[in-house]
């Protein structure tokens, strides 16, 4: 079966510091591997996917996530966090041969501290 | 991008009563929906999913005589709630794909917040 583990319930980072999010998963074959976003009481925002091609994918708002099969991971990074950051993200993962569901991690709170 | 909405966002029922969910894809056509619950704290959780003209797909431990889907069109989706029971309480999310990509590539709509009193 397959599964996403976000060992982070919360992260904290000051406002201009570079963030990480850390995801990893469990799938067989290849994965595809997702990042969205959630504000309070609103559904989810896509940021970002990997499906194939560059491990290095950038997506919305300027993050990027890097693909590590080896580790089997795809933490979500961005440079610079900004103050309207703050919000859970979710990691996701489907593998790659017919119709697969979409697994959601448990989420984990980004802080960003003016 | 793609506008997926639901209505309503928030709703209050009394215990035994039944509450519909909708959800529409306002710009593009949905061949396949899903629908999510989302606990406090906890990840989301796939309910069922529906392909445009089929019944639906349900999740194993999901009723699908307490929550019942239609997707009658390729731009509307409904989930139904028989009898609530405060254990239904939760935050209801649908999300819209197209084609062969649906999986991939799904448009998540604001969620609805239902509590069952």
């Known amino acids: 079966a397959q599964s996403v583990a976000q060992p982070e319930d919360q992260v904290n980072v000051a406002e201009g510091n570079p963030l990480t999010v850390k995801c990893t998963y469990s799938?067989?074959?290849?994965?595809?591997l997702f990042w969205y976003v959630q504000y309070p009481n609103r559904g989810l925002q896509f940021l970002l996917k990997?499906?194939?091609?560059?491990?290095l994918v950038k997506g919305s708002y300027g993050f990027e996530a890097e693909f590590n099969k080896s580790q089997t991971s795809f933490h979500l990074k961005k440079p610079s966090a900004l103050v309207s950051d703050s919000a859970l993200y979710f990691c996701?993962?489907?593998?790659?041969?017919?119709?697969?569901?979409?697994?959601f991690g448990t989420g984990t709170k980004l802080q960003v501290i003016p | 991008g793609a506008v997926v909405s639901q209505h309503p966002s928030r709703v209050i029922c009394k215990s035994g009563t039944s509450v519909k969910i909708e959800c529409r894809s306002l710009?593009?056509?949905?061949?396949?929906m899903f629908w999510y619950r989302q606990f406090p704290k906890q990840s989301l959780m796939l309910m069922a999913t529906?392909?445009?003209?089929?019944?639906?797909?349900?999740e194993q431990g999901v009723e699908k005589d307490k929550f019942l889907i239609n997707h009658a069109s390729l731009t509307l989706s409904t989930l139904t709630v028989t009898s609530a029971h405060p254990e239904d309480s939760s935050f209801y999310i649908c999300?819209?794909?197209?084609?062969?990509?649906?999986?991939?590539?799904?448009?998540f709509g604001p969620g609805t917040r239902l509590l069952v009193l």
């Open positions: 999300s819209a794909g197209a084609g062969h990509t649906a999986q991939e590539t799904q448009y």
């Open positions: 990997y499906i194939t091609g560059d491990n």
């Open positions: 996701a993962v489907r593998g790659s041969g017919g119709y697969q569901k979409v697994t």
């Open positions: 710009d593009f056509q949905a061949t396949t």
């Open positions: 799938v067989s074959g290849n994965p595809y």
């Open positions: 529906s392909n445009e003209g089929s019944k639906a797909t349900y």
